[in-house]
Structures are given as C-alpha cells and as structure tokens.
C-alpha cells in the first residue's frame, strides 16, 4: 500500500499557519486505532565514543586521549551492566557507538587485546552473549554497515536502527555533517534498504533543526515511507529535534521551534496514516511540551531507560516511568510498556528461533 500524500501535500502541512494547524492536526488523529502509548524499557550501552564522523552538533565523540573517554568496554563491565538493567525489569540492550571506530588505532588495538580484528565481530559476540547469558533482547545502533555485516547482526538483533536525519546531500555542505562521511544520505538510504532486503526489523527518523528546509523534510520522510512500501520493515519513525549543547561546534544554532516540531510530526502521521509504522518523539528532548505531540498522532515514546543517561544528549535526562505515566495519562492515553521489536515482526519471517523463543520467555514474564 502506498500513502495518498505527494510533496507538495507534505510541503502544505509543514507550512500551515494558524487555524490550519489546528485542522491538520485533527485530521492526524483521526487515524489512531486506539489510545495506547508505548514504550520500551532499555539500558543505553556505548560501546565506545569513537566515531569517524565529526557532526557539528554531536556532544558524544571523545578523542582517544580524553580521560573519560569509552574506548572500548569489556565484554566484563557489558555483562555487569546488563545484569544490572535485568534488576530493574529492562528488556532491551541498546548498544550505540561511533560508527566505524576501529579506523582508530586506540580502538584496533584495544580490539585485539580482546582478541578481535573488527569492530563488527566484537558487537555480534556482546549481542551473542547478551542473549546467552541475560534475558534482554539486544538492538544496535551504531551507522552504517555493508550488507554482508548487518546480515550477521540480524542473528543477533530483535530489531536494529539508523536515523536517516536527511536525504539531502546539501547538508554535508553545512556544519552539521560537512565533517562526516557516514552521513552522506546515499549511504544511509543504503543501509536502510539493505536492513529491508534482510527482513530487518528497523528504526528510523530524521533531525530538524540543522539547517534543512521544509522541501529537505518533506523529501525526506518520502525517502522513507519508499523504503517501507518497498520492504515493510520500518517499525517507527523518529522525529528527533535538534538541541544545542554547551561545546558543540552548533551551540549557537537556533533550536527548532515547538510549532516545527508540531507541523513535522503531523505531517509523519498523515504520511503513514494508512500503516502501523509508530511516530516517535524523544520525550527527555521535549520535557515540557511532549504531550503535545500526542495531539499530532506520536504514539511511541522511544526508549527509556530507568538505569542510564541518553549519552547521545546527556543534558537532557530521561523522565521517570511515573513522571511519563502521568504525563501520558494527563493527555487522555494509556502508557504501555513493548518489546524492542514490534509484534508485527514476532515471526519466522523475520527472527529467528533463538530470538523468537527468548521473546516468547519475555512475553510470558510480562
């Protein structure tokens, strides 16, 4: 099924003014099958915090010669964290880091001294024994990878992630990105298409506020519902705001405004009106006005974590469960907790037996 939008529908919505917000947003959630908001109880590993990339709002790379730098965790200090996270009830193991790290020498050898010669193989074995030896389910995020990697990875992921950010190639020319190869959006599509040739199920957004234009936005979230239409595999799509952080190369950038993010995330709803593709907003990235988009069709809050920060913006701290439940239910919805993966993709179609059946053990205990 393909959506009835084209560009110049989308471009109408991200430009609306006044009262035709008001109706756009109506129209949005209209489309809701019920009132459940979910979301996914996690703890947020990095891996390590060197990236190849160098984005000019990026608060998470560290230079291998920082002294609090995450080089690279033992499979030991991994196993201690996610025996910790089982002790609060969390079901999912994000792992993120730097894409490409073992292009730095620190990395390679500290990956050899573990007695590894890549990156990759050193993730598949910490998702391998995050499902052997803990009852959580891993999800890895950590850029681009060839076909022939994220094949492997699928073994071993419920379900995986990259934000597009943008289809735009203008936006290597700006601050954002004109230091970072993995963000070419050529790239990035490419990943995404490979992740739905392998029946990945699979996580995606884009970025607002670094410098894109409405026309960037609108062809942007098309880029994605193409790939949907094409492959299926897109479980949610996040609307990721930009904010600025003391000592990034962007800290004076102007933060994208509440009636941005409100147009965008009404335009993502009507744009996958006629799917059960999730629309989510990083709630700990909109503490005061993320109810609002539940009024534009958002129905998934991401992952929380009650145990670790967002190292991705470690200024802006996750709510509490309680404090999400409140906010949830102040705004008429009911908060539920999900898997990392979505029960659509609980099948032999697209897990296999080792993961479906330690889903099945989760479910049980849920």
């Known amino acids: 099924m393909t959506s009835n939008l084209t560009k110049e529908d989308i471009l ?5 003014t006044d009262s035709e917000i008001i109706k756009y947003m109506s129209e949005a959630v209209k489309y809701r099958e019920n009132n459940l908001i979910t979301y ?76 590894y010669e890549k990156m990759v193989d050193y993730v598949v074995d910490i998702c391998q024994m995050t499902l052997d030896e803990t009852s959580l389910l891993p999800h890895t995020n950590g850029g681009n990878y060839s076909y022939e990697d994220l094949k492997r990875l699928k073994e071993v992921n419920a379900s995986m992630g990259l934000m597009l950010e943008n289809s735009s190639s203008r936006l290597m020319e700006l601050p954002a990105h004109n230091k970072s190869p993995g ?17 990945i199920p699979y996580t995606t957004g884009i970025l607002i506020g670094i410098g894109e234009t409405h026309e960037e936005v609108a062809e942007s979230l098309l880029a994605i519902r193409d790939l949907y239409d094409k492959y299926g595999h897109i479980q949610e799509v996040i609307i990721q705001n930009f904010t600025p952080i003391p ?21 993502a709803r009507l744009l996958f009106k006629d799917t ?23 129905d998934d809050w ?21 404090e999400l439940k409140k906010l949830t239910e102040d705004d008429g919805f009911k908060l539920i907790e999900r898997l990392c993966v979505y029960d659509k993709y609980v099948n032999k179609e697209w897990l296999n037996d080792i993961l479906l059946e330690k889903i099945s053990n989760l479910s049980e205990h849920q």
């Open 183 to 199: 963000k070419d959006p050529k790239i990035r599509l490419q990943t995404i298409e490979n992740a739905g040739k392998l029946k």
């Open 302 to 322: 991401g992952g929380v974590s009650p145990i670790s920060p967002d190292y991705v913006n470690i200024t802006s701290p996750w709510p509490g469960i309680d």
């Open 247 to 267: 000592g990034i190369e962007m800290e004076d950038w102007p933060e994208p405004s509440l009636l941005d993010m409100i147009r965008t995330v009404t335009a």
């Open 40 to 115: 996914s109880k996690n703890i947020f590993i990095p891996l390590t915090e060197i990236c190849r990339n160098d984005c000019g709002y990026c608060n998470f790379k560290k230079h291998p010669d920082d002294p609090d730098v995450i080089l690279l965790k033992s499979k030991e200090e991994v196993l201690n964290d996610l025996k910790e996270a089982e002790k609060y009830g969390c079901k999912e193991a994000l792992f993120t880091f730097g894409e490409d790290a073992d292009e730095e020498e620190a990395v390679r050898l500290k990956l050899a001294e573990y007695g």
């Open 276 to 298: 059960d593709v999730s629309i989510q907003v990083p709630p700990n990235l909109n503490r005061a006005t993320a109810q609002t988009f539940l009024s534009c069709g958002a």
């Open 12 to 16: 109408q919505i991200l430009n609306a």
